[in-house]
């Protein structure tokens, strides 16, 4: 069975912290695909980033970089230097080999005070 | 503009009475998705379509029914809704591949007395 676990309900963090949102997923597939979706207050759901189960290396944009690291199933994000506009939920998600099923993890809710 | 549409985007209604949701997407995608969010629970998928006339079940389909007649649009049916499904629901599209990004509508925030 596929599962997502974001262990971190909430977080807050003072601006221009650096901040962690862990996820750790389960899969039994070889083949599978990672995602971080970011849900502001507004509502709506904005894609941040996809992986595939193949390509571990880490990425980086802007202030925001991913550390997939296939022997501990884990997909972790990172904000350097955040901002209050980085306050939101943060969703990790999983996709199986077909990519028709998804998972998501709980959510994050990050609270960056000014 | 590239966008999933969703509506209506807040509905309030009795036990029992059924109702759909409609959701429309304009950018010729194969994939269709249905999701509902929950507080503590995330965001659940309660079912997807491949194409057209090609649909199925996610982890939560108790209580829904989906069709897809056209590309363009799948509509979310509760035909007897009940308050435990009281939730926000997403809508989201995608071309074939597994990888390509997962353009989600506005979500719908539906209340069942």
């Known amino acids: 069975a596929q599962k997502v676990t974001q262990a971190q309900t909430e977080i807050s963090v003072v601006e221009k912290e650096d901040v962690t949102l862990d996820c750790v997923y389960e899969?039994?597939?070889?083949?599978?695909?990672l995602f971080w979706y970011k849900q502001p207050p507004s509502g709506e759901l904005v894609f941040l980033i996809r992986?595939?189960?193949?390509?571990?290396q880490n990425e980086i944009s802007g202030r925001y970089s991913w550390n997939f690291q296939k022997s501990t199933s884990s997909f972790n994000f990172t904000i350097t230097a955040s901002q209050v506009v980085d306050s939101a939920v943060y969703f990790c998600a999983l996709s199986e080999l077909t990519g028709n099923q998804f998972y998501f993890g709980t959510g994050t809710s990050l609270t960056v005070i000014p | 503009e590239a966008q999933v549409t969703q509506n209506p985007r807040y509905l309030i209604t009795v036990t029992g009475k059924k109702l759909t949701v409609t959701c429309s997407q304009n950018?010729?995608?194969?994939?269709m998705s249905w999701y509902r969010q929950d507080p503590g629970l995330g965001l659940r998928q309660i079912y997807y379509s491949m194409n057209v006339e090609v649909t199925d079940k996610g982890d939560v389909p108790e209580g829904y029914k989906v069709s897809r007649k056209e590309k363009r649009n799948f509509p979310l049916i509760l035909e007897s809704p009940s308050p435990n499904q009281t939730s926000l629901y997403f809508c989201?599209?995608?071309?074939?591949?597994?990888?390509?990004?997962?353009?989600f509508g506005p979500g719908t925030r539906l209340l069942v007395l």
């Open positions: 950018m010729n995608h194969e994939y």
């Open positions: 989201a599209s995608r071309g074939l591949e597994p990888l390509e990004t997962q353009y």
């Open positions: 992986r595939n189960s193949f390509d571990e």
């Open positions: 899969t039994r597939d070889t083949t599978y695909y």
